[in-house]
């Protein structure tokens, strides 16, 4: 009675004194009752397995737990990843954008330097020196070519299209040209399907390019759709086009107007030639050959009038 | 029979969340000890007894969950469970810093004994670093964690008694 009584008083101190030499005992006698190669005891074996047995549901549903939470953090994070590619691609995509645009770009200017290669090839009369064209401002073309390269005034500036303008000033390194848009610019034309001679003007207006076929008579054959060619009069290498008539000229004057549409818009030339030389071109409505000369009858048709008009209707 | 069975599932679930999602919250290898609050919550409120049986029966599923020998962290969790609950008995541990103030200290001493049996089972060990690296700031972070731990072991009972119409008084 009394031991019952003191066990229930000291309770506590028992349990724990139970409990410590429980677990001193295990810790002493573990590595001599654990068989030899085995990594546990026989007791800590079915400690294990009841224990796995009681924690394994709970441990199951926390991994499950934990893996929705980073599963559903990961939905963030990775969008804000996402969001970051993103950006990263659309810079690069701009980048690549940009080096294709000057891909293009460079394939269309080595385009326009093979057509004026093959242009320079087919025209060897004439000595032509490539320029970039800088800028244009109201009709007037800048290119990067002046005096210490051989560009003199009045030189004509040429395309492979047709006739672009002429030098009207010059720097050392720079010029300036003179396009059929400048009121200033005046050339020697022939129709080159009935030869008819006449002046073209620039149209000097930024709203309407085309230009003034003028000094043409009222009987003269020209047509809407001719082209226009430049003469062995101008300052120009004579065969060069000008450019095609827009509108056939009107009647009841002696002296009539017609419209030239010029072959080289200057607001889109990139690269011209100046023509720094040019030999004699043949003249294509020279007189007939020798044979015609000796009397003998070839059958040659009359020789043209090469009178201006202004020869023409001179007293 | 019921608060028996709820006590048994508290340990349970104290084990498995400590083998599983306390590892996420870990800073630089350093992580709460879930089980250290649950046996001197039980040491605070419901005496020694409670607590060495929960500190035993939380101590055997640690040793078996870290692969330990079986006693280790029962000795430990025992020792500091008796002396958390004769100190509880003669302090006023109303005051949240006061049970923080125990939990901290119930971790510097769990961390002590268990570094010591370490020592004993392996006398090559570091266990000056163990006890810097680990033991302190494990200790640091459980009591940190004191407040709102208990808050929950708290409300969980007082639910618990009200739902069997019992009065706790605090």
Known sequence: ?315 | MRKNVLWLLLIVVAVALQATWVEAIGVRGVMPDLMLLLVVYFAVNDGDERAMLTGALGGVFQDVVTDKVLGHHVLCYVVVAFVVGRVGERLITDHPAVKVGLVFLSGIVMGLLFVAIGYVQDPGSSALYVILANVVPSAFYTAVLTPAVFLVLDRSRRRHAAMQGVVLHD
């Open chain 1, 1 to 315: 009675m009394a031991l019952t009584r003191r066990v229930v008083e000291n309770r506590s101190t028992l349990i724990f004194a139970g409990l410590v030499l429980l677990s001193l005992a295990s810790l002493v006698t573990e590595p001599f009752i654990r068989p030899v190669g085995a990594p546990n005891t026989p007791i800590k074996r079915m400690v294990i397995n009841a224990a796995s047995a009681v924690t394994y549901p709970f441990i199951v549903a926390f991994d499950g737990a934990s893996g929705l939470v980073s599963g559903a953090v990961g939905i963030v994070t990775s969008y804000s990843d996402m969001e970051a590619q993103t950006r990263e691609l659309r810079e690069e995509l701009a980048l690549s954008q940009q080096r294709v645009a000057l891909f293009e770009e460079t394939m269309r200017e080595n385009d326009r330097l093979r057509a004026m290669l093959a242009f320079q090839r087919e025209n060897p009369r004439l000595s032509l020196l490539p320029a970039k064209v800088d800028g244009v401002n109201r009709g007037v073309l800048t290119i990067d070519r002046g005096s210490l390269h051989g560009v003199r005034e009045s030189m004509c500036a040429i395309t492979k299209d047709g006739v672009v303008g002429d030098i009207v000033s010059v720097t050392p390194f720079t010029a300036q040209v003179n396009s059929l848009h400048e009121a200033d610019f005046k050339i020697g034309v022939k129709v080159k399907r009935s030869r008819v001679r006449g002046v073209v003007h620039g149209s000097g207006n930024r709203f309407s390019h085309f230009c003034e076929l003028q000094y043409i008579g009222e009987s003269d054959d020209v047509l809407r759709g001719d082209l226009i060619v430049t003469s062995e009069e101008s300052r120009f290498p004579s065969g060069l086009i000008v450019g095609r008539v827009s509108t056939a000229p009107g009647s009841g004057s002696l002296l009539v107007t017609a419209y030239v549409e010029p072959a080289v818009n200057p607001f889109a030339v990139e690269e011209v030639y100046v023509v720094v030389g040019a030999s004699a071109a043949p003249r294509d409505d020279a007189p007939p050959p020798a044979a015609e000369a000796s009397g003998e009858s070839s059958g040659a048709y009359a020789m043209p009038d090469e009178r201006t008009v202004q020869e023409k209707l001179a007293p």
